[in-house]
């Protein structure tokens, strides 16, 4: 899918099967993209309902009107991915985010891990959780993605032991794992989750609580990665062995 993704919250066409995309994305669209007649671009929902549209026009700055084809459903992937990313420093957490988007993640937890040096509380950690949810529609749309990955709530290390005790796989990326993630046995179906640590690790206390909750650790590789890159690494490494990259 190379044409140009934009989101909808609505797939409602006239009797002739004109659409009219305006407000922001239509604004994008016509003065960002430039888009003319006879390209091709694709409106999505976000949540996996999409359609293959023709432009047929543009009206002012901020109105492309398009012929809308019959609207479509990607089914749910299999194994559902899901990674519990702790809260990195500064903006690394966007990039966390916009990376494993990228890659196909299905869903992304922001964790409030003990050794976190930054911490969600009160109205900035609103703006924040905000941000990462901008962050993973912006690079599904730049991905061609029609399903973006869902963003929790900010979640505390007893909800995310309660999460890992429900998935069919469940792993903590960390040095102490002896067996490499390259080689677990996986699922077909069902739900990975995985998880990466702050800067400071992932503490002893933490390790025992998810260890009791079913999740065994993992290491990755022989370098040491970023909090902020491990998590794209990991789930890379996830979609071509569950063959959801083949």
Do not use: N
């Amino acid at each position: 899918m190379t044409a140009p993704v934009f989101v909808v919250e609505h797939f409602d066409a006239d009797s002739g099967g004109r659409y009219v995309l305006d407000g922001p994305e239509g604004r994008h669209a016509v003065s960002v993209k430039r888009l003319r007649p006879g390209e091709d671009v694709v409106l999505t929902d976000g949540a996996g309902r999409w359609a293959e549209c023709v432009v047929l026009d543009t009206e002012g700055k901020d109105r492309l009107i398009v012929r809308l084809d019959p609207v479509a459903e990607q089914p749910q992937p299999e194994p559902r991915i899901t990674i519990v990313q702790a809260l990195p420093k500064g903006d690394r957490g966007e990039l966390a985010v916009e990376t494993m988007t990228e890659v196909g993640v299905d869903a992304i937890v922001p964790w409030a891990a003990a050794r976190c040096i930054t911490q969600w509380k009160g109205e900035r950690g609103l703006k924040a959780l905000a941000k990462w949810r901008a962050t993973a529609r912006e690079a599904g749309k730049q991905s061609r993605r029609v399903r973006f990955p869902d963003v929790a709530d900010a979640a505390t290390s007893k909800q995310v032991a309660a999460l890992l005790a429900k998935a069919d796989f469940a792993a903590v990326l960390h040095e102490s794992g002896t067996e490499p993630l390259a080689g677990a046995e996986l699922p077909a179906e069902g739900e990975i989750v995985l998880v990466v640590g702050p800067e400071g690790g992932v503490s002893p206390e933490e390790l025992r609580l998810f260890a009791e909750a079913g999740a065994r650790a993992y290491r990755l590789g022989p370098s040491v990665l970023r909090t902020s890159t491990a998590g794209t690494a990991a789930a890379a490494l996830l979609l071509g062995r569950t063959g959801r990259w083949s």
